[in-house]
């Protein structure tokens, strides 16, 4: 147990958490890392492809929203629990038929599992973290990042020795054990999930950290700067193994392990980043991981005679997918208030998940016309547009916070929640 305030916090509900991230995170990048295997077996085409991994993140994004609102009336432990079994299994339903026709429903279906833990697991972190929610966000990140990361090495070894099948199977085990874990830890859970609610006098729980409560036309053009974002960096991770092969020059195999690159900026760079929105506060982190973005994403797309630098490249272009993920959790907090928890992170999840469906499609068919490398360029425009979106955003609010502490800068002051955690490990 560690204590925050006086208050001991479950350590083994708070790791359970942030290691379920990386778990779930499996699920959503298990069939891109499998694309290649699975064009080759089902003789696909690439737009049959692309629309099979369309149609599953869209079923994400529609159930994200669903979901998230069932966990404001439900114990979210037992939502995020119930949906790694159920991803899980129908992963393994998948793996299992040989016919086209029957692995396309059960991998639809398993994105209903899939969708069922990033808005409860959001929130939960949400109502039981009372200082330094930056560095919990942080930790919880990291965790993801760590996870697609050994996903993408093992995958890159399993493939020379084992059929696609056995790997989406041994993929799919530790949500098997992560949802038992959730669902035998209930009564801890429900204790840490309890105390979070309470307060002491003069601190409610829903009490917005810095500035003031989010209005709600704030939060709908924030999700607009989300889906921007989203839509440009995505859509470059995605077709990166592919520009490496046939722009650069490298093997297949090399340019899987390359694609790696992007999750080790971000597991080792989110714990900083998520620090620095305690101190800064989380605008200048997004706005400035949001700005970066850009020019990084265009430098990637220059001449073969710059392949040296693409590794330096990679690394900082996911330090800032990655390190964004704090920043963007601590401002989706500050409209709980006027939505349920598990409803705010639902839309914002549902937001990041449309973004991500329609993105490598339209990249792809704007690819067979004009190429990858100017492809790049103009996706590399969405982060331009939501960098002036957010600065104009951070400005208004700072406005109308007036006489209030500004909404962008400073961690919150006063005692935490009554057993409520003051971050993760660290």
């Not at 990048?29 to 049959?48: D, E, N, Q």
Request: with cysteine.
């Amino acid at each position: 147990m560690r204590r925050n305030g006086g208050r001991p916090v479950a350590r083994d509900t708070v790791a359970l958490r942030n290691v379920g991230h990386g778990v779930n995170d499996l699920y959503w990048f298990v069939i891109p890392s499998m694309l290649p295997v699975i064009l080759a077996r089902y003789s696909l085409k690439y737009g049959t492809a692309g629309g099979i991994l369309t149609a599953f993140l869209c079923v994400i994004a529609v159930f994200s929203f669903v979901l998230g609102r069932f966990s404001d009336s439900f114990p979210r432990h037992q939502v995020m629990g119930a949906g790694f079994i159920f991803a899980s299994s129908f992963l393994v339903a998948a793996s299992l038929p040989d016919n086209l026709t029957l692995f396309v429903v059960f991998i639809l279906t398993a994105g209903i599992g899939v969708s069922a833990y990033h808005p409860a697991g959001y929130a939960s972190l949400d109502e039981t973290t009372g200082r330094n929610k930056g560095r919990a966000y942080g930790w919880f990140e990291f965790w993801g990042s760590l996870a697609v990361f050994c996903m993408f090495l093992l995958h890159g070894l399993l493939l020379s020795s084992h059929d696609w099948r056995t790997i989406i199977i041994i993929t799919s085990i530790p949500g098997f054990l992560m949802g038992t874990l959730y669902l035998l830890y209930s009564g801890r859970f429900r204790r840490q999930a309890a105390a979070g609610r309470e307060s002491p006098a003069g601190h409610p729980p829903d009490r917005p950290a810095q500035g003031g409560t989010m209005p709600l036309w704030f939060f709908a053009l924030f999700l607009a700067v989300v889906t921007f974002r989203f839509f440009g960096i995505m859509a470059v991770v995605s077709f990166t193994p592919t520009y490496l092969v046939r722009e650069i020059g490298l093997e297949p195999s090399l340019a899987s392990y390359a694609t790696g690159i992007y999750f080790l900026g971000g597991l080792i760079f989110t714990p900083v980043l998520g620090r620095q929105s305690d101190l800064r506060g989380p605008f200048p982190v997004l706005l400035a991981t949001t700005a970066a973005a850009f020019p990084l994403l265009f430098l990637l797309s220059m001449p073969a005679g710059f392949v040296i630098l693409i590794p330096l490249y990679l690394f900082l272009i996911g330090i800032c997918y990655y390190g964004a993920g704090p920043p963007m959790d601590l401002i989706i907090t500050r409209v709980s208030s006027r939505l349920g928890r598990g409803e705010a992170f639902g839309y914002f999840m549902a937001m990041i998940a449309i973004a991500y469906s329609f993105s490598p499609l339209l990249f792809g068919m704007l690819a067979d016309r004009v190429g990858l490398r100017l492809s790049i360029r103009v996706f590399s425009s969405a982060l331009f547009a939501a960098t002036a979106l957010l600065g104009l955003l951070a400005a208004l609010m700072k406005r109308r916070a007036g006489n209030h502490t500004p909404f962008s800068g400073g961690p919150p002051t006063g005692p935490a929640g009554a057993g409520v955690e003051e971050g993760t490990y660290d």
